[in-house]
Each structure stands twice: as C-alpha cells, then as structure tokens.
C-alpha cells in the first residue's frame, strides 16, 4: 500500500487515504526525505537530552503496545522509550489478553483507545494489520512488524547504524544548519547487501525501500526458495546476485537474515547446503569484505547463517543496531504524539 502524500494546498496523488493520522508511521513510504531527516534529528537530539527533562516531553501521555508475535528488542526498546519521554505503557499481548478468547484487532484497538491509549505500537502476524488497525482507530499507528510485509522502525535503525559508519558526521548536523542528514546522494556509491530469508523478511522489505531512495544499491542474495525473482519486480536500486561472494566482494554493507522457520509453511530447506553457500563466515569476511559492517536486525542463530565469531567479532555493528533503535523509537514515538513535530509532509 502506498500512503497518500498531501500538500496543504494541492489535492491528493493517489486515492488511497492512508495514513488516516499524521503521527502513524505504517511504512517508511510514509515519509518523505524532511521527516525522515527530521526523525533522524530528532533521535540524536533525544539520545543526548537529559533524561530528567526529557521525561518531561510527554509526561503522563498514554502509550499502547500491542503484540501478537514474539519479540524481544521492538518490545523492549519502543517500551523503554516511551518511558524515556516520561509516557505511561501498557503492555497487550495476545498470550495474555482476551486476544486468546477471540477478540478481533480491531476490537482490541477500539478497547485500548476507550482507556485512552493515545498512540498504539502494533506487532502483528498479518500482513497489513497496522493498516487495519489505523483505520479502525484513527489514532497514531507505529507498526512494530506485520507479517511479512513492513517493519519500518528496523529500516530507520539500520539506516541510522549505516550512516553512523560510512557517513560520520550524520549526528553531528543536529542543530548546526549543515543541511540535512540523509539526501537522495548520501548513500551513492554504497552497496548493501542483504542475504538469507528475503521472501518472508519486512525488515528486507523496509530496507529495500528506504535505502535507495538514499541513493544506495541493494543486492539481494539467497537461494531461489527464499528469494523469488518475483521479490524485487520494478523495485529501483535493488537487483538479485545469488553469488553471495560476489555480492559479498562488492558490499560495503553485508546485511544478514535470519531463516523464518515461523514462516516457512512447510518449505523445506536443506540447512547445510544453505551453510555452505550462504553463511557468513569470518574466512569469507576477511577474503572478500575485510572492511565491511556487518549487520543483523536479530535474532542471529549462531551458526547458522552467520558464525559466532563474526556476529561477536570487530566488524559486527549487530549490537549498535539495537542502541540505536532506542533513539529512532523515542523519535517517532515523539512523532506520533505531536511533539517536537515540523510539517513537512512533501
Ligand atoms: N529486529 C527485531 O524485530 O527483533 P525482535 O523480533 O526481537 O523485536
């Protein structure tokens, strides 16, 4: 689905009325280059503010987490930041809640507004779940992962990660007027490559989206049973390299996945040819990518499609991915609440 993009004085472009509310961000096509610079801004500012003021920033607002899956950093880190900013949480899980006894999404959404939730973060297993429930609500709507489709917040975090490693300066600008942090040349140049379980992965999804509108070059490698061709049909700056030590040689940015055993629906994979041909190891590092950042939205298994060695070892940024979701997840937590807030939807 692609949100509608309005100006204040020009009529919609597409027909499709999503996001209902400005503060929802249901998929990174929800923003344009302004409010991602200003979400990126914003995540550096809230990381270095002191915490005793800016606990102030949304003191006693009302947040709902709302999970239907699994999850450890998402929960955790959108949690920790709404608490940054002084918001109360609630936690709804579906293996504690009245989810177990039927309730629809949508019911669940409508309860949680009536005790004043005032933004809802919303993992789901459906693909479009975080669309239903926006509809149904009209509140802000921060999607946490649905199904197999978006996680928005993992592409900002990883671009963050990215751009803290190739482009140094990115946290710096922040208040200095240097221009703005990501432009449509930041990433010119630069190739990430992201292998593994590509056909059930929204975390490839939000990233090949987002990352070559930065001007980078996605490759996409993986066998033919996790990496349809059909994946990337039309998608600009995004091609398939099955060689995934061609694709490794080339990147500068080796982005591994985990395979959804969750989601295979009966697929069934041979585990050591997969190793053998798609595993990162620290001999294929450091024969073909020595200078690489190697990352992983988590969570890794050891020893499947990245070693212990490498997913611990210098060139791992996997645990720096998860700080700075912290940051990203006040930002657009901030975002949905209305403060700090600039509108420049263009
Ligand atoms: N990256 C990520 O979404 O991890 P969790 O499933 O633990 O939230």
Redesign the pocket.
Known sequence: MTAVRRKSNTPPVSASPFPYNPGSLLSVNDLSLDELNHILERATALEKQDPLTRDRILIKRRVALLFYE??????TSFELAAKALGADTALVSNLSSSIEKGESLKDTGLNLRALGAEAIILRHSLSGGAWLLEESTRLPVLNA?DGMHE?PT?ALLDLRTILAHLVPNSGKSVGKKVGPIAGPETLAGVTVTITGDILHSR?ARSNMLLLPRLGAQVLLCGPKELLPEIAVAETPGVRIERDFEAALSRSRVAMMLRIQAERLAGLQLDLDEYKAGYQLTGERLARLAPKAVVMH???IIRGLEITGGVADGPQSAILEQVTHGLAIRMAVIERALGAGRTEKRV
Do not use: I, K, M, Y
């Open positions: 699994a999850s450890t950093r998402t929960r992962g996680h993992q975390v939205p988590g969570p």
